[in-house]
């Protein structure tokens, strides 16, 4: 039976620079003990085993859910970051890369980090702000085991600095046995029409000699490399993409459904609804302490999206693994 949860609002201040909000922490009765902060369903100590907000590295907060088939799954409230996806198998799936900063000031390098309200390059900071931003944990529910949980941003006086428009970002994420899956809705919550790009820019643990990525053959691509702003405009020939070298491509209309070997034996099927376009991306050896060790593939909106005032768009992205 699904069990939902209604939070109350617990606010948490604290200093940072880039994103002078306080940290909104939407939770319930919250106790914390040794670090960890633990959802409780009502006054009592029922902690419900599926979802927990904890203390994750930095002192930032991190959603911890975990399946009746013993997937686990965890989601930083800075960003809205999915930083770990473990099927039932225990491996995990997602990688963060040995760089990545989590002082609340910097987005996170890794996991499923935001791009929104632009994928870039552009006016904006590179890939938007929605991950340099503290999201709120707005519900959470447990379906026949599955937990599900939303999570959301708002505009403020940080994102409006930037970008002066009223939104909000609705999160769901869902954990089965063998799957993750997401869905983005942004909505115009202003008066007047906006337009925004937006991409998941998922980081896969990979052995990068053993990678391929099948599914892009006839997609027309903007190879980013060399020069990220004049794209060369191509068709992509192969019927698998492999990691030999420097790799920063946009595949435009791609299929809602590709096929990745991660070089470490498993293959992760991402699927989608609406996410039209999608980016490869390995950075080879500008970042050699780590290149080898994954590789991204995104699901992506690379043309702009015109939101009417009170309109809403929605994209889905499922990533399993066999
Ligand atoms: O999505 C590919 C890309 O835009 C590359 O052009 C490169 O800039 C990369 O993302 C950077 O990702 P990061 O997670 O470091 O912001």
């Not at 399946?67 to 800075?78: C, M, P, R, W």
């Not at 379906?143 to 409006?160: A, F, H, I, Q």
């Amino acid at each position: 039976m699904a069990a939902s949860l209604s939070f109350a609002t617990l606010f948490a201040a604290f200093p940072s620079s880039s994103n002078p909000s306080p940290r909104r922490l939407h939770s319930w009765n919250s106790t914390r003990s040794a670090g960890t902060v633990s959802a409780t369903m009502n006054q009592k100590t029922d902690t419900p085993s599926w979802v927990k907000v904890a203390e994750g590295h930095g002192g930032l907060h991190k959603v911890c859910v975990s399946s009746v088939h013993g997937s686990e799954a965890e989601i930083y409230l800075f960003g809205a970051c999915v930083t770990s996806w473990k099927p039932s198998n225990g491996k995990d799936l997602l990688f963060v890369r040995p760089d990545a900063v989590f002082d609340g000031k910097k987005p996170i390098s890794g996991g499923i980090p935001h791009c929104f309200p632009q994928f870039g390059p552009g006016v904006l900071q590179q890939h938007g702000f929605a991950r340099n931003m503290e999201w709120s944990l707005l519900d959470s529910d447990n379906n026949g085991g599955e937990p599900v949980v939303t999570l959301e941003l708002k505009d403020g006086l940080y994102s409006r600095s930037m970008w002066d428009f009223g939104f909000q970002a609705l999160y769901k994420v869902k954990l089965s046995a063998k799957g993750l899956s997401t869905a983005l809705t942004i909505k115009n919550t202003d008066k007047k029409p906006f337009s925004f790009t937006t991409a998941l820019h998922t980081y896969f643990r990979a052995s990068i000699s053993g990678v391929s990525v099948k599914g892009l053959k006839g997609c027309k691509t903007l190879n980013k490399d060399p020069d990220p702003v004049n794209p060369v405009e191509s068709t992509e020939e192969r019927d698998v993409v492999t990691f030999p070298g420097f790799v920063d491509c946009v595949y435009l209309d791609a299929p809602d459904e590709l096929q990745l070997e991660n070089g470490l034996g498993d293959t992760i099927t991402i699927r989608n609804t609406n996410w039209p376009d999608a980016v490869l991306w390995n950075p080879h050896k500008q970042m050699e302490a780590s290149y080898r060790d994954f590789v991204c593939v995104e699901n992506a909106q690379i043309g702009k999206v015109q939101l009417e005032s009170g309109k809403s768009w929605v994209a889905e992205q499922h990533i399993s693994s066999s």
